[in-house]
């Protein structure tokens, strides 16, 4: 098995879908690991430590041309995946239709790490969680060092100065990482999700949970869509933790579909000069209704952040985590033959949008208007058709 791992053609993508330890790993199974050139200098892993473990270091088209192919983000470039490779990594196959489109007209597998099923089995697989893990991270910091406060209370000979406020929206995990770094920090922190069962996680971080409306969850374990009598309750309940707050991280997502607005324009306009939001959803429209992604957004002195990509920005860590989710992953393919996409397994058959030719993902297929499958597709063995 040929294996190749992608330098990221994403503007500003900085991680690397494979460190030399988990090169290493993959050689051990006796497949050839086949490293774009400067894939993984940004993250600090040069191509040298590549090559220490045995990985040899190729030009893209070569990295492309293998029979499975790791990225973070799809490549711009698809002419070189051959037909019966696998692609595996950031595909957005539930909004992406034209990607879809095209890896299943090239006839590759196409495994996306966001389907994973989000099940105690797939923990060690689950990159959606890994990557909001370090987002939280990294968006408890960006707010901390846009503030004009301190976060910490300090008892000083000039006197004592109270400790920030910290209001976290959304308690999956980049919010409970946010409450936990925002607490190291010395923020008094408060943090409301629509899921009731969330309170006592929050509480369990030293957080204070903020009394709203909550519902429970769908059955991939997100929030279901609120109504609009819901969210404006909602709203109405956040409005004064918001003007008090003197930073505010978001963090609401729905897969497929756009983000809850839970901060409107009025509230942003109640809040005093200097504050800070931090919104992680403006990519998928937004939590806050000024935020727009990537971009700094000042209203009446509020400072609005809408980063898309967080996890880049600490790429050596966030590479090193991702690329674990990828070993776990491909051990569950693994065979005495290479390499096999067993669609009946509950999590590769859940990962694999496309295969064969076809769209096997439900979610993918309606995306794209396809009938629903009347009979399941069959397997595959060694990376390539039946």
């Known amino acids: 098995m040929q294996l190749g791992i992608l330098s990221e053609s994403t503007p500003g993508e900085r991680r690397v879908a494979a460190t030399p330890q988990t090169a290493a790993t993959f050689i051990e199974w006796g497949w050839q690991v086949d490293v774009e050139s400067g894939a993984g200098t940004e993250a600090g892993f040069p191509d040298r430590q590549f090559t220490e473990v045995g990985a040899n270091i190729v030009d893209g088209a070569t990295a492309r041309n293998a029979d499975i192919v790791l990225c973070v983000n799809a490549p711009s470039q698809m002419g070189d995946l051959k037909s019966g490779s696998a692609l595996v990594g950031f595909l957005d196959p539930f909004v992406d239709g034209e990607l879809i489109t095209t890896l299943r007209d090239r006839g590759v597998s196409a495994l996306a790490v966001e389907a994973i099923p989000r099940t105690t089995l797939a923990q060690s697989m689950d990159a959606l969680s890994s990557q909001a893990n370090i987002g939280g991270y990294a968006a408890a910091l960006l707010a901390a060092s846009s503030?004009?406060?301190?976060?910490?209370?300090?008892?000083?000979?000039?006197?004592?100065?109270?400790?920030?406020?910290?209001?976290?929206?959304?308690?999956?995990?980049?919010?409970?990482?946010?409450?936990?770094?925002?607490?190291?920090?010395?923020?008094?922190?408060?943090?409301?999700?629509?899921?009731?069962?969330?309170?006592?996680?929050?509480?369990?971080?030293?957080?204070?949970?903020?009394?709203?409306?909550?519902?429970?969850?769908?059955?991939?374990?997100?929030?279901?869509?609120?109504?609009?009598?819901?969210?404006?309750?909602?709203?109405?309940?956040?409005?004064?933790?918001?003007?008090?707050?003197?930073?505010?991280?978001?963090t609401a997502q729905i897969p497929g579909r756009p983000a809850p607005l839970l901060v409107t324009d009025e509230m942003v306009a109640a809040m005093m000069p200097g504050s800070v939001i931090v919104d992680m959803a403006a990519g998928s429209g937004g939590n806050v209704a000024p935020s727009a992604p990537d971009t700094m957004v000042d209203v009446g002195g509020v400072h609005i952040y809408g980063p898309t990509n967080l996890p880049a920005q600490i790429p050596h860590d966030s590479s090193r985590m991702y690329a674990r989710n990828l070993v776990a992953l491909l051990e569950r393919t693994r065979t005495d033959e290479g390499f096999q996409i067993d669609l009946e397994d509950?999590?590769?058959?859940?990962?694999?949008?496309?295969?064969?030719?076809?769209?096997?993902?439900?979610?993918?297929?309606?995306?794209?208007?396809?009938?629903?499958?009347?009979?399941?597709?069959?397997?595959?063995a060694e990376g390539g058709d039946e």
């Open 147 to 250: 503030s004009p406060k301190l976060l910490p209370m300090m008892v000083t000979a000039a006197g004592t100065i109270p400790p920030s406020r910290a209001l976290i929206l959304g308690v999956g995990v980049a919010g409970l990482q946010a409450i936990a770094t925002a607490r190291r920090l010395g923020a008094i922190v408060y943090a409301y999700d629509i899921r009731p069962e969330t309170k006592e996680q929050v509480e369990s971080l030293g957080a204070k949970f903020v009394a709203a409306p909550t519902q429970e969850m769908d059955e991939g374990g997100y929030a279901k869509e609120v109504g609009q009598d819901t969210q404006a309750a909602q709203q109405a309940a956040l409005a004064s933790h918001v003007a008090e707050s003197d930073m505010v991280i978001t």
């Open 346 to 380: 509950e999590i590769i058959g859940g990962t694999t949008i496309t295969h064969n030719g076809d769209v096997v993902h439900p979610r993918s297929r309606q995306l794209l208007g396809l009938p629903d499958l009347a009979v399941e597709p069959t397997q595959t």
